[in-house]
């Protein structure tokens, strides 16, 4: 037991290390949730929770002043509980947001120290001190990174029976909404991401996708590998597209 914890603490603060090599989305649910079914013995489990997690928190991004629930702490503890207490999907639904939104207000007490190490790098940087920069990004980053491990070693170790006890209270027909809910956050989650990215020239291949799975008959795999194709020729990826010159206005007499 004591070694899980440690490691669902480590699979966390993994999560926290990928902001500092660069946002690579190794944070996100569906990516850490496997790894965490991976140590639980359950990787099946493991991935469809990943994977409903992921769509919960699809629009959960930061955008201005708005900082949004914890996903890295939220999914992996949502889906270490769920599977260690042999509870549903819905279950993990259930736990990932409150978990999230209480981690978010722990995560604000311990920001407020943050912009010392801020104002330190600022100064730095008026030196042209650019080890004294990078000190400090490792330092914030050590900080989240020992937070997250913290949080998820300490909870999972001494939580599961509290967690059970919060399950056993909520009545069933709760947990049958999430289930609901869960079937609805993939449409919900491509309608916000549709939001961000659908323009008037995107529009006709939307409706093509659309056509395509439900008249051809055509799975999602398939629809998305058409599009992949469509993506390489129209953008000329391979390069193999002939090299046109732009035309020129004019002759050169129109200078004179």
């Known amino acids: 037991m004591l070694v899980q914890a440690i490691l669902i603490g480590l699979i966390a603060a993994l ?3 990928d902001f500092q090599v660069g946002t690579l989305y190794a944070f996100r ?16 489990t493991a991935l469809t929770i990943g994977a409903s997690l ?18 890295t702490i939220g999914g992996v503890l949502a889906c270490a509980f769920a ?10 639904i259930a736990l990932a947001m409150p978990i999230a939104t209480l981690v978010l207000a722990i995560k604000n007490i311990i920001n407020a120290v943050m912009p010392i190490f801020v ?28 937070n997250a491990f913290v949080i998820c070693s300490v909870s999972f170790y001494l939580g599961a029976d509290a967690v059970q006890g919060v399950l056993d209270w909520v009545p069933a027909f709760v947990l049958s909404g999430f289930g609901v809910a869960a079937n609805i956050l993939p449409a919900m989650g ?13 529009v006709p291949y939307y409706f093509l996708g659309f056509l395509l799975c439900s008249y051809a008959g055509i ?5 998305a590998l058409i599009a992949v194709i469509i993506g390489i020729t129209k953008f000329d990826l391979l390069g193999g597209g002939a090299h046109v010159e732009p035309a020129l206005e004019g002759d050169d007499d129109d200078d004179f």
């Open 15 to 17: 999560g926290k290390f």
């Open 219 to 223: 799975p999602v795999l398939g629809v």
């Open 54 to 71: 992921e769509l919960l928190f699809m629009g959960s991004i930061s955008i201005g002043a708005y900082v949004p629930p914890d996903e």
């Open 29 to 44: 649910p569906i990516v850490l949730c496997p790894l965490v079914g991976l140590v639980l013995g359950d990787l099946p």
């Open 83 to 92: 599977i260690q207490l042999g509870q549903s999907t819905e279950a993990a």
């Open 190 to 202: 491509f309608a916000m991401l549709g939001r961000l990215v659908i323009t008037k020239q995107l």
């Open 119 to 146: 104002d330190m790098a600022d100064k730095y940087a008026a030196k042209g001190n650019l080890k004294g920069i990078y000190g400090m990004h490792w330092i914030i980053g050590l900080v989240g990174m020992v």
